[in-house]
């Protein structure tokens, strides 16, 4: 804008003076068009930096999925080993109810020496004889019955008591400690006292 004194005298200034102040639109605080495109850009330049370093939430709820996945995998796997093993218990005990219940005729037989081996000194040889014999008996039809982990061990007590019995008939005289000592190196050596407390109590 123009500011003047004076006045025009054949068209030429006289006695005063002219001067212009123009205002500068790239100044801060302009108004113009120019102005507000950078006050726009300059407000977007967080939003993208925020959107250029934001969390993948997409990712995130996709690795969520595969955890809830792979736990649910593992617990059912989990659940069908138990069950299985639970299972497999239950048929053992099963097998095991003949031997289990032999054994509860005579309670506290496994507990003793050679598993009840008669030995008593009072009786005579054909006496002793026959409880040898209903002895070697009772074992060798629980290893025919018993359950077939422990049949190798039944068996192994029909057999020694078959073998002593077998000796004493041919010779017609009883070795009674020694015949307990055998008897009883054979029974010591099997699990039945373990198998009958985990499957008959």
Known sequence: MTFGTGGDQGGTPSGGFDFMVSSNSGRSGSTGPDASKSALDFSDRPRQARRRSGVDTGAIIRTAVVVV????????????????????????????????????????VLAEAGFGWPNDST?????????????????????????PTIRPDLAAIAAAAATITASVESSNTIDRPG???????????????????????
């Open 123 to 147: 009786t005579g040889i054909a006496a002793s004889l026959e409880a040898m014999k209903a002895y070697q008996a009772r074992w060798q039809n629980l290893a025919t019955v018993g359950p």
């Open 69 to 108: 996945l792979a736990a649910a995998i593992v617990g059912i796997a989990g659940f069908t080993a138990y069950t299985v093993v639970q299972n497999a218990e239950a048929d053992v005990k099963a097998d095991s109810a003949a031997f289990c219940a032999d054994l509860a005729t005579t309670p506290g």
């Open 179 to 201: 015949n307990l000592a055998a008897i009883n190196n054979v029974t010591s050596q099997t699990s039945l006292r373990a198998w009958a407390k985990k499957y008959c109590d």
